[in-house]
């Protein structure tokens, strides 16, 4: 299952939140960049990414959303990340991605922290 | 189950990589894997899939190969690749360590040779009579080896 419409957005007040309905190995990380190079064009800043649906994230997609959070933070914004399933932070910890993207255990948290 | 062996062909795109994905983790739970050592060798063939189609290959019809033996002390996957543009000028010891040296987790790239080498018990990397790369990964079926 991949492809840009089990990548959705929606909004809470000025944050960005973006429900990632799809596992994200090399094929889905293009399709979430575009969603979040969007993004960045459209200037938002704010934005929190939900893995309440997600079971499996490879390097590529981990390494995406670092590059995103980077690019977040030059405009004064940050990405933060919500809802993973152990296996999933366990990927962020073996990589040390953790140390560079925030990752919350709820969405309302991830919201709360900017 | 004694020893079994199954191959697998698929073209040069990641697009396939998910029903790949899902073939070795139905597998594995036939092998009494557990949930989360399924999850690590879902990972790390991923990661060597994916080096496979963006650094083995010139071309979609390049195709990779995958072998998966296994008995009753491990489960053993060897990726075969037919090679990129540059193969063999990375894959000398000394630009693999360069790539590890260089691994940063604020790098967007360069973690997959790591992680592979985090979530298999054995792990091997060797030049192929076709101008391509193995990689070999192994699993022990020992409960014990699941990684912390």
Known sequence: ?114 | MENACIELKLPSDVYYLESVRAFIGKLCETLKFSKKRIADIQLALDEICSNAVFHGSTSISSGIQLQISMDTRALEIVVRDKGGANTHDWLTPENLAEIQAKRSPARESGHGLYLIECLTDVYKLEANAVGGTDVTAIFYRDVNSDIG
Do not use: P, W
């Open chain 1, 1 to 114: 299952m991949t492809g840009t419409e089990f990548i959705t957005t929606r909004e809470s007040a000025d944050v960005k939140i973006i429900d990632v309905k799809t596992d994200l190995s090399s094929y889905a990380a293009s399709d979430l960049r575009k969603v979040l190079e969007n993004l960045l064009m459209e200037k938002v800043n704010k934005v929190v990414v939900n893995f309440s649906e997600v079971s499996h994230i490879n390097s590529t997609a981990v390494g995406t959303l670092v590059g995103i959070a980077k690019r977040l933070r030059q405009n004064g914004g940050d990405l933060k990340l919500c809802n993973l399933a152990a296996t999933l932070t366990r990927t962020f910890n073996l990589i040390g991605a953790s140390s560079v993207v925030e990752i919350y255990e709820s969405e309302k948290s991830a919201i709360a922290a900017f």
